[in-house]
């Protein structure tokens, strides 16, 4: 996928649009696993297969909440490009929901959309609404309010 090549000047425009749709991405064990690792978050429901089996309701491992945010920088340059910005920096999260379980071994891509921009000293602050879909879901994993400071 080609990132939406966007002017710095030119958010206000895109109030209430959407940016885009990222390609679908499998989630792994593996790539679960790591997280767990690099941040000590261990839940068995998203470690132990086998138990998950077993015991979790979700029939089998989930990745866990934050992963899946974790997920959003990466999908973010698949979906667009500010032009003229010479910074931006995450300025913190308005809202946040996991409304749906995301098993291992499915694939999620990431919904983009600019709920609002407001002028700050040198630039811009910019609400942006993510929704991680999951392929055959009919509930988005993670919903998202991030605030982005942009300087240009």
Known sequence: MTARQIR?????????????????HLVTQQAVDAYAASTNDH??????VER?????????TVAPGYFILALAPGLLKELWYLQGARLGMNYGINRLR?????????RVRL????????PVSDGQEVTLRLSFEV??????????????????
Request: net charge positive.
């Open 98 to 106: 996991f409304p749906a379980p995301l098993r291992i071994g499915k």
């Open 43 to 48: 839940q068995w429901f998203c470690e132990d």
């Open 52 to 60: 998950a089996k077993k015991e979790s309701p979700f029939g089998g």
């Open 135 to 152: 392929e055959g879901g009919t509930k988005p994993v993670c919903v998202a309010e991030p605030v982005y400071r942009y300087l240009g």
């Open 111 to 118: 919904r983009l959309s600019v709920r609002s921009v407001r």
């Open 8 to 24: 710095f000047q030119d958010l206000p425009r895109l109030v209430g649009q959407e940016v885009g749709v990222s390609d679908w």
